[in-house]
């Protein structure tokens, strides 16, 4: 079973169109979806960069998704990038387990996890 989970972290999660991502942590709040893009083009043709905002502060969340075309190139940005430095932090670079989240499911996820920040005195509008 370990050997299958193994397996399956190294080829990621593929769309219906058979792109894959990989998923970015520890990015710097400052980071745009153009400087992500810059570091990962690199490595093949991405089709889209994505860094979740937090529902309520608007600020992101210190992780991308960057999508690429082909597996091959997403192999090769997960060996190259994983523990390199960007920006002045050590990033950890993976293949994405699941497809990206909309922003719909990403605000159950926040609220149902106690995230966000603030807007006390007021449930959630969903």
Do not use: C
């Amino acid at each position: 079973r370990a050997h299958t989970q193994q397996a399956m972290s190294r080829r990621g999660s593929r769309d219906r169109d058979g792109k894959v991502s990989v998923w970015v942590k520890n990015l710097s709040q400052d980071m745009t979806p153009d400087d992500v893009r810059r570091k990962f083009e690199k490595f093949g043709d991405v089709r889209d960069v994505y860094i979740p905002l937090d529902y309520y502060t608007r600020e992101p969340r210190g992780f991308a998704f960057v999508e690429y075309l082909d597996e091959n190139d997403a192999r090769d940005a997960v060996e190259e990038l994983d523990g390199q430095d960007f920006n002045g932090r050590t990033l950890t670079v993976t293949f994405a387990r699941q497809n990206r989240k909309t922003p719909r499911e990403m605000r159950r996820q926040t609220d149902r996890y106690g995230g966000g920040g603030g807007r006390p005195g007021r449930g959630s509008p969903f």
